[in-house]
C-alpha cells in the first residue's frame, strides 16, 4: 500500500464512520478521561497540600512525587499486572484485561504529573497573593480554593498536559489490557498493531483523529481564557 493509497483510505474510514474505528475511539476517550478525572480528583489536592502546607517529610513527599514523572510506561504494566494477576493480591477482582486495568495504569502514570505541576502552580501563586491573603485573614480550605479559582487556566492546561500522557499511552495498557480486539484495544495499541500487520490506512486515520482532539481540547482552553479575559476586563472598566 503506497503512501497517498493509505491516506485515501484513512479518510474514507473517517468520513464513513466506520463501525470499528468508532469503537476503538470511544473506549480510548471513556478510559483516558475516567483515568484523567480520578488523577485529577487525587493529584490537584495533594499538589495544593504540599505547595500551601508545611508538615515532616514534605522535602522527601515532593522529591518523591517528582521522581515518579519518570515512571517508565512498562514497569507500571508490569507492577498493576502483578498486583491484579491471579497470583496478586487484587486478582480477586478479575480486573486483568478490562478496561478498568488501563484506567489504573493510566491513573498511576498520570497522577504524578497533575500533583508536580500543580505543586508548582500553587506555589506560584501563594507567592502572588500571599501578603493579600494574610491581609485578609484567609488560610487553610479557603485559601486552597481561592489559589485553586486564581489557577483555573494554568490547572486546565495541566489537565489537557495529563490527558494527552494518558490518552497517548502505549505500553502499560498493552501489558493489563492484553490489546483485545473489542474489549480492551484502544487507539495507541490499534495503531501499533495495524501497523506492524500493514494496514496503514486505519493506522493513519486513528492518528488522525488523536490529533485532532488534541487541537479540539486546546482550542477549548483558549476559548475559555479569552471568555474570561474579556469578562475581567469588562469588569475592570
Request: aromatic fraction near 6%.
Amino acid at each position: 500500500m503506497d503512501f497517498f493509497s493509505s491516506f485515501v483510505i484513512a479518510f474514507e474510514l473517517i468520513q464513513s464512520f466506520d463501525g470499528n474505528l468508532i469503537e476503538v475511539v470511544l473506549l480510548s476517550l471513556r478510559v483516558s478521561v475516567s483515568a484523567l478525572l480520578t488523577s485529577a480528583v487525587i493529584g490537584i489536592p495533594l499538589g495544593a497540600l504540599l505547595a500551601i502546607s508545611r508538615f515532616p517529610l514534605r522535602g522527601l513527599c515532593v522529591v518523591l512525587v517528582n521522581a515518579l514523572l519518570a515512571l517508565p510506561p512498562v514497569v507500571v504494566g508490569l507492577m498493576v499486572y502483578m498486583m491484579l494477576s491471579n497470583a496478586g493480591p487484587f486478582g480477586w477482582l478479575q480486573l486483568l484485561y478490562t478496561p478498568a486495568a488501563m484506567i489504573i495504569a493510566q491513573c498511576i502514570l498520570v497522577t504524578p504529573i497533575i500533583t508536580a505541576l500543580s505543586r508548582q502552580t500553587f506555589e506560584d501563586m501563594d507567592a502572588i497573593y500571599h501578603e493579600q491573603l494574610t491581609s485578609l485573614n484567609i488560610s487553610g480550605v479557603d485559601k486552597m480554593l481561592t489559589l485553586l479559582v486564581e489557577s483555573r487556566h494554568i490547572l486546565l492546561t495541566i489537565l489537557l498536559a495529563g490527558f494527552g500522557r494518558a490518552i497517548s499511552e502505549v505500553g502499560a495498557v498493552i501489558i493489563v489490557g492484553g490489546n483485545i480486539n473489542h474489549v480492551t484495544r484502544v487507539m495507541t495499541t490499534t495503531i501499533a498493531l495495524e501497523t506492524s500487520k500493514g494496514d496503514l490506512g486505519l493506522a493513519l486515520a486513528l492518528g488522525i483523529i488523536l490529533l485532532a482532539i488534541a487541537l479540539a481540547i486546546n482550542l477549548a482552553v483558549a476559548a475559555i481564557k479569552n471568555v474570561d479575559e474579556r469578562k475581567n476586563y469588562v469588569s475592570a472598566r
